[in-house]
């Protein structure tokens, strides 16, 4: 859909049905900010990792009440062969949903979903398909991660906003890791009949802290559905406190490019919802 989009797409028409063939582009992952960050951060490269997928659709299939797309084959980079990553997977029916599009009732089924994605708890953060970093090596994961997209960013991020977020960033300590999409957009999912029907993007799941997840949500929700989400997530979950963690997870996500905000200023002043 993008110009650095990770996959190259196909619908395929075969004995099976209707499929959809994603093909990684290890360029476009190696030069990606967002994929560098998830590296550094979750220990995820995608184009080695895809081959561990069923993993990943499997968990997530069995948690959400959204339906994800059946599982065929899928298979990591061969660099040797030149041969790319890919994941073959049922064709769902439905439209990607459009921002314009979303009503209460979708935000309500993503309260619904994220809710559900959040009670699978552990003790480690990254892969769903690995074993994972031990918590108490998650501000060092965090703050390595910063220095190196810092990098990048070097005439975008002021220096004394830097020094800020690693003061504070004592204060993302976590106990506990959940099921989370760092690239969390509306597109990501599809729509049927005016619901929010399945998630067809599942390229950046990983294990990672709520926190996390709630303040990029603050990006996509306006106040009213900020409100309809919290009313339906604390069903199941007590809301964290964020104030002491969503400088350090803005300009994380800032950094990582997440929803192609260039304004530093404007992003890190974005209203706050939770």
């Known amino acids: 859909m993008y110009e650095d989009s990770t996959n190259r797409l196909w619908q395929c028409d075969t004995v099976d049905g209707l499929m959809i063939l994603k093909v ?14 998830m590296k550094a951060l979750f220990a995820i490269d995608l184009p080695s990792q895809m081959n561990q997928f069923d993993h990943v659709y499997s968990e997530i299939s069995a948690t959400t009440s959204l339906t994800i797309p059946d599982y065929t084959a899928s298979a990591s980079a061969v660099e040797n062969e ?17 921002p314009v599009e979303v009503d209460d009732g979708m935000v309500a089924d993503l309260a619904e979903h994220i809710s559900a994605l959040h ?10 398909y690995a074993t994972g970093s031990d918590a108490s090596q998650w501000l060092n994961r965090l703050k390595e991660s910063l220095v190196l997209l810092a990098e990048y960013h070097s005439d975008s991020v002021p220096s004394d906003l830097l020094h800020e977020v690693f003061a504070e960033l004592v204060q993302c300590t976590v106990d506990h890791f959940v099921p989370i999409m760092p690239d969390l957009r509306w597109d990501q999912f599809l729509q049927q009949d005016g619901k929010l029907s399945a998630l067809v993007d599942l390229d950046a799941i990983v294990y990672g802290p ?5 303040v990029l949500l603050e990006f996509l929700l306006d106040q009213q559905q900020a409100m309809i989400f919290k009313e339906k997530y604390q069903q199941s979950h007590s809301l964290p406190d964020l104030t002491k963690v969503r400088k350090a997870y803005r300009l994380l996500l800032f950094m990582m490019n997440v929803l192609g905000e260039k304004n530093v200023d404007a992003w890190m002043q974005a209203p706050t919802r939770f």
Do not use: K, Y
């Not at 290890?26 to 990606?32: D, G, L, R």
């Not at 030149?82 to 459009?98: D, K, Q, R, V």
């Not at 709520?210 to 709630?214: K, N, P, T």
């Open 24 to 37: 990684c582009d290890s360029h476009n992952v190696a030069s990606s900010a967002f994929w560098q960050g």
């Open 82 to 98: 030149s041969s790319p990553a890919f994941i073959l997977a049922s064709l769902l029916p439905g439209s990607m949903l459009e």
């Open 119 to 128: 009670q699978q708890q552990r003790s480690t953060s990254g892969a769903i």
């Open 210 to 214: 709520r926190e996390l997840e709630l």
